[in-house]
């Protein structure tokens, strides 16, 4: 008899996800899929955009990897209108590349998986609560909203400066903001949410 072996959630990822494993007679693996399981909602509010805008759209997909989605956009404008890049721009293609695959690393093993490797779910979880405990209090400014409703699915793009006060200080972000929300039983409901930090200083306003 075959046997089903499925981890849900998957974590220490990017997104959400679940694997399903099935096993044969024998217990051994007879296939194995990984399945995503949220659902962002890029392929319908990319309909109808000019083309040049799925580079900068499609690098939103993923926080972690956001080079790899622009670098295949781009590739697809290439090829949509017929021309063939110059040398410089290829290898300039491949810097940014081999670039996002260090810092994809580091970030993968520092943020998602190090802290439960090296310390323990216990102390990670610890250190999350001293820091809402020694937060006062958190305000959010939206700017640049974007919105867009189909049936029952609606996204919402947005710039965000969040500060958060201390004690003594305060701190301060800007973000690059998706969230994907579906109606159900007549309330919007926050089903996915994704953002990406703006470079930004002190002194700089987003209009």
């Known amino acids: 008899m075959t046997k089903r072996i499925i981890i ?8 959400h ?3 399903t494993i099935n096993l044969d007679d024998n217990d051994q693996v007879a296939d ?3 399945h995503v399981t949220e659902f962002r ?3 319908r509010f990319c309909q109808g955009r000019p083309f040049w805008e799925m580079a900068g759209l499609s690098a939103r997909i993923c926080g972690i990897c956001p080079v790899s989605h622009l670098l295949a956009s781009a590739k697809a404008g290439d090829r ?5 890049i110059p040398p410089a721009a290829v290898k300039l293609r491949r810097v940014m590349n ?5 810092q994809s690393h580091a970030l993968s093993f520092f943020h998602l998986s190090a802290p439960d490797l090296l310390l323990g779910w216990d102390e990670v979880r610890e250190r999350w609560e001293r820091i809402f405990a020694n937060t006062k209090r958190v305000r959010v400014a939206l700017s640049c909203e974007w919105v867009r ?3 029952d699915v609606g996204w919402v793009a947005c710039t965000a400066r969040v500060t ?3 004690a003594e200080d305060f701190d301060e972000a800007v973000v690059q903001a998706t969230n994907v929300f579906v109606r159900r039983e007549g309330q919007w409901l926050l089903v996915v949410h994704h953002a990406s930090p703006v470079p930004t200083s002190s002194d700089t306003t987003v209009q």
């Open 164 to 166: 958060s006060a201390f």
């Open 41 to 43: 909602g890029f392929e």
């Open 80 to 84: 949509i209108l017929a021309v063939t």
């Open 32 to 34: 194995a899929r990984f």
């Open 17 to 19: 996800a679940k694997i």
């Open 98 to 102: 081999l670039g996002q695959i260090v």
């Open 8 to 15: 849900d959630p998957v974590t220490r990822i990017e997104g």
């Open 149 to 151: 409703v189909e049936g």
